[in-house]
């Protein structure tokens, strides 16, 4: 296979989130207000190199009976999220969860026995996107923005602020940014070794200011008065730190983004197959975007700050 000789972006995903006050918890909460648009960047180009894209579960008929567009609007992924992901009498909201390899997630209360004991299948955005091509056989992400307003925040109790090691006095006005929580994820099949192998890849941005890269997680207990950021600070709202705190698992993330293969593309040209999806060259990738619950800048501040964030696909051509 060879890289197309000029970028072609596939799509550009952007989704905005607003984040409003649902409560007075010590970790995040978040609605949907808007998503915008996965859409062609370069229609020309996107059209000679014959890439589809569809979203949602795969028909029993197979993939072949998905929706596939050249361009997935605002209000087809708009819809999807209200209906398919909906979790609250306005739709979809986000919710404080975890996870230890981007694909499944918990929440971070389950009373004595532990996070981990409690699944979570909602309050997180889960995206199946799907691509064909007769010319394409790969899918490349090779770009990412992840931005939001700095919120202005007075502190409400003394605690130990990031990178800090004293405490900040209550008052005190803090910036906070509301994407220094966040985390995005893709899972898709990618050929190791000519192998085909389930690969999750998972971003957070990197440690620039006030940010703390979480890194893979660990003990966050600090000998339970919790480490400087959203750790301390919960302990000063609340007394004590959440359930399993001292040994917290998540997923070591990428803080920068290159070329990285998302998904390889199975050849498969046979129109009686029920894995046929109308073209040559067929494969899915999932999308999930999630407030990551332990991170040091999950702060009830970010509650009302708006998120946007945009993803750049490549495609790989066959010789």
Do not use: C
């Not at 010319?135 to 992840?146: H, V």
């Not at 501040?301 to 066959?318: K, P, R």
């Amino acid at each position: 296979m060879k890289k197309m000789t000029r970028k072609l972006l596939l799509s550009i995903l952007t989704v905005v989130l607003t984040v409003i006050v649902l409560g007075t918890t010590t970790f995040a909460w978040f609605t949907i207000t808007n998503v915008a648009t996965v859409q062609a960047y370069d229609a020309d180009l996107r059209a000679n190199e014959g890439i589809e894209i569809a979203l949602g579960d795969v028909p029993l008929a197979g993939p072949d009976q998905l929706n596939w567009v050249t361009n997935l609007t605002a209000t087809t992924i708009e819809q999807y999220i209200l209906t398919e992901l909906a979790n609250g009498p306005d739709g979809f909201r986000f919710d404080h969860v975890t996870t230890a390899n981007g694909v499944n997630f918990y929440t971070l209360f389950a009373g004595d026995t532990g996070y981990e004991q409690t699944p979570a299948t909602q309050g997180y955005i889960e995206l199946p996107l799907h691509f064909r091509s007769d010319t394409a056989d790969g899918i490349d992400w090779t770009g990412l923005t992840l931005t939001s307003t700095p919120i202005a925040w007075n502190t409400d109790v003394a605690f130990i602020n990031v990178n800090d090691t004293e405490p900040t006095a209550v008052g005190t006005l803090l910036s906070v940014d509301p994407t220094d929580s966040v985390r995005i994820s893709f899972t898709g099949s990618v050929l190791v070794e000519t192998v085909p192998t389930t690969v999750t890849t998972v971003f957070e941005k990197p440690a620039q200011g006030d940010n703390i890269v979480l890194g893979s997680g660990g003990d966050l207990s600090n000998g339970g008065l919790g480490l400087a950021g959203a750790m301390n600070y919960f302990y000063a709202k609340n007394g004590i730190l959440p359930n399993g705190s001292a040994a917290v698992s998540v997923p070591l993330a990428i803080t920068s983004v290159g070329t990285i293969r998302i998904v390889d593309l199975t050849l498969n040209s046979d129109p009686e197959s029920l894995t046929y999806a109308g073209a040559d060259y067929y494969g899915s990738v999932v999308v999930r975007i999630w407030i990551e619950g332990w991170d040091a800048n999950a702060y009830n501040s970010i509650l009302g700050g708006t998120i946007s964030t945009s993803m750049e696909f490549t495609g790989s051509t066959v010789e």
